[in-house]
C-alpha cells in the first residue's frame, strides 16, 4: 500500500522482504529477500538507499542505530521508533511527559503483579511483554496471581496494566516530517473483535468536539516530544468517565488509518511516504461525511474469489483492498472501505462485504 | 497507473516493456523487455497470461489475431482495436452505424484532396495517417492542394477530412466488459494546445444535459457495436451548430479520463482491469462537483524537484502524478488533479501546478 502511494509521486522503493509470497514482494520491482534480525543483511540492503522506513516495527533498535552510524537515515529514527517497540520504555516516557496512560508497572513475577492489583489498579490485570507483542499476542488478562504465571515463563520482561473501563477505542493518527510540518486525521473510533481490529469509523460517531481536539493534540505533542517521522497511530480507550488514555502506539501507517485511502484528501501511506522523504504533507481532511473500514479476515474457504465477485457486483462503490496473501482462519488478508452520507448504511456495506468475503454472511 | 489500480485488487501484471525505463517497468515487479512488434516476443511473453491488455494501441493487429489463435484472450480483441489502430477502418464502421462524424475520404494524392474540398468539405482541410499518428503526430492541416505534398511522401494511406467549426471538444469515457455491463462516466471537456490535450474539466461545464446523454449512449454504443472490451475513449467535437461529431477513439485509458483517478468513484484504470478480467465494473461517479486534470509537460530545466516541493507546499490538496520519466520539452511527464466546488479556483490551481512544475510560472 505505501508502494502504491508512491507510485504517484514517483518514489521508487527497495524492499527488504522475509519471503517473495509478502504482500509487498508481489508488487514491488526491486525486491531483496532477507532477514531484517541480520545486520549484514541490513547493511547490504541500506547501501545506496536514501532513506529507510519500515511497515512493522520489529527490525532491532541496535540495527537501526548501526544503519544511523553507517550515514543511512532512518525514519522514524531509532530513538522514536523504542517507543513503539518496548512497551515499558513507552510508558516512562509518556509518564514523563504528563500524558495520560492507564496505571501500570513492570513487573518480575505473579507476586508484584498481586501487589499491583492491592495498590489500585484491582483485578483483572492486563500483562503485556514489553516487545514483540500484537493483535492480542504477547497480551493475557489476568483475574489474579494464579493466573499470572504463562507470560514470565519466556523470562522477557513484563509490564502490568490495569483493565481500563472503557466505553469504546479511539485512534489519534498524525503524520509529522522531519522540518517539524505536522499533520492530524480526525479522531477514529476502532472496534476490537478478539483483540484484533475490525471496524474503523472515520470520524467517531458523537465524539465531543473538545476531546475530540485534546486526542489530536496529544498525538502531535507525542509525536514532536519522541521526534517521530512519519506516521504515528495513538490508539486511546475513552474512558466511561470521559478521560482518554494512551493505550498503544504504532509509528507506521496503522490499520486505523487505512479508511484514508479512500476516505481522506491524502492517504496515510502517502503522508508517510511524503514525510519520510521530508516533502511538504497532504491535507488529511475527510473527503466524506463518514468513511467505514473493515477488515476482511480469512474464513474456512482458501478460495475467495466468488465471494469477491459477489461484493463488487453488490455494492459498485466499495473500495476492495487485497493483500494477496493467502487465506487463513483469521489471517487479515485485506480489508474494503466504503463511505457516504448515512452512516448506518456506510457501515451496513462495509460489514456485509467483510462478511461475505469472510464466508460468515452467505447472502 | 494501471498496475496501481491493480494492488489493491489483489491483480499482479506481467509487463512487456520497450526499455527499463519505460514509467511502467519502473514500478511493476515482472518485467520483460521486448518489443511488441514481434510476434516471436509477444508469443514468448503471452505464455502462462491469463489475458493480454495494452496502455496503447500500436500492437499490430495481425500479432493480436494469431495470439488468439493460440489461445490467449486479447482484451480488447483485434477485430474491436482495429477501430482504434487505423482510422480509415474507423470512419467506414462509425458511418455503417450511423455515428456523426467529420466529412470525410481515404484520398491518394493532393488532386483527391482538392476534389474532396470541392464537394463541400472546403479548404482547410485536415489529413491524417491511417495508422500510427497521435498527439499531433501524422496530421496536417493544409489551405490548399499545392501544401498537400508532406502527407503522401511516406507512401501510407492518407484519410482526409472537413476542418471541423467547433466551439470545444468532449470527450465521452465507457468501459465496457465481455459479459456486457457497461458504465459511462460524465462528458468532458478537453481543451488541447498546440495539437496536445492541455486540460481536462470534468464534467463539461455548460453542457446541455441532453447533448450530455447523447454523447454518453454514443460512446456506448459504438463499444457495444464494436465488441470493445476495457476503456474507451470517443474524443468528440462540439459543433458551433449544437452537433457532436466523433473525432478519435482511443482503446485504453485515455488521457481525458485521468482525473478519474482523483475525481470519480472508480478510476478509469480500475474499471479498464475490471473489464479485462471480466469483474463487475466499479461506480463511474464523480466524487467532487468539479474535478481538473492538467498534463504535466517537460520545460526547459531538466530537473523538478524544486518545483514540486513548492507545489506541494502551496496547495496541500494537490494531487500530483508523475511518470518517472526523463524530462524533455514538451514531453508528457505526469499530471495534476484538483477538485473542489469554484470551477474557477480548481481551474487556477491545477494550471498553477502545471505551469509551475513546467517552468512557465515562476511565482
Known amino acids: 500500500m505505501t508502494h502504491e502511494a508512491g507510485i504517484p509521486l514517483g518514489i521508487r522503493f527497495k524492499l527488504l522482504s522475509d519471503t517473495p509470497q509478502d504482500s509487498a514482494a508481489q508488487v514491488v520491482s526491486d525486491v531483496v529477500i532477507g532477514d531484517y534480525r541480520d545486520l549484514d543483511t ?21 540495527h537501526l542505530r548501526a544503519l544511523e552510524a553507517d550515514g543511512i537515515p532512518v525514519r522514524p529514527g531509532p530513538d522514536a521508533l523504542v517507543h513503539a517497540q518496548d512497551k515499558g520504555v513507552m510508558r516512562a516516557r509518556l509518564d514523563a511527559l504528563g500524558v495520560p496512560c492507564p496505571r501500570h508497572r513492570i513487573v518480575a513475577d505473579p507476586a508484584d ?66 522540518h517539524g510540518q505536522a499533520v492530524a486525521y480526525p479522531v477514529v473510533e476502532s472496534r476490537q473483535v478478539g483483540g484484533v481490529c475490525d471496524t474503523v469509523i472515520a470520524p ?14 496529544m498525538a502531535l505533542t507525542i509525536a514532536k516530544e519522541l521526534g517521530v517521522v512519519g506516521h504515528l497511530a495513538v490508539e486511546l480507550f475513552q474512558t466511561r468517565d470521559g478521560r482518554i488514555l494512551v493505550n498503544e502506539l504504532a509509528m507506521r501507517p496503522h490499520n486505523s488509518g487505512h479508511w484514508s485511502m479512500d476516505g481522506a484528501i491524502t492517504s496515510q501511506f502517502a503522508n508517510h511516504v511524503r514525510a519520510v522523504l521530508d516533502l511538504p504533507l497532504g491535507d488529511p481532511r475527510p473527503r466524506a461525511k463518514w468513511t467505514v473500514m473493515a477488515n476482511v479476515l480469512g474464513g474456512d474457504y482458501p478460495d475467495m474469489y466468488s465471494a469477491y465477485l459477489h461484493c463488487m457486483a453488490r455494492d459498485p462503490q466499495l473500495k476492495i483492498h487485497m493483500y494477496g496473501k493467502d487465506v487463513k482462519p483469521g489471517r487479515k488478508v485485506g480489508h474494503v472501505n466504503t463511505y457516504g452520507d448515512d452512516l448506518d448504511d456506510v457501515l451496513e456495506r462495509a460489514h456485509h462485504a467483510a462478511g461475505y468475503l469472510k464466508g460468515t454472511i452467505t447472502e
Open 42 to 62: 541490513l547493511r547490504d540492503f541500506a547501501r545506496g538507499c536514501d532513506v529507510i522506513t519500515f511497515d512493522h516495527e520489529h527490525v532491532p533498535t541496535e
Open 113 to 178: 503483579v498481586a501487589a499491583f492489583a492491592a495498590e489500585g489498579a484491582g483485578f483483572p490485570v492486563v500483562l503485556k511483554t514489553v516487545r514483540g507483542g500484537y493483535d492480542g499476542k504477547g497480551v493475557w488478562v489476568v483475574g489474579s496471581a494464579e493466573e499470572a504465571a504463562d507470560p514470565f515463563r519466556a523470562g522477557v520482561p513484563v509490564l502490568a496494566e490495569e483493565k481500563v473501563d472503557f466505553v469504546r477505542e479511539l485512534a489519534a493518527n498524525v503524520v509529522r516530517s522531519p
Open 204 to 217: 467517531a460517531p458523537d465524539l465531543d468536539e473538545a476531546l475530540a481536539l485534546r486526542a489530536e493534540e
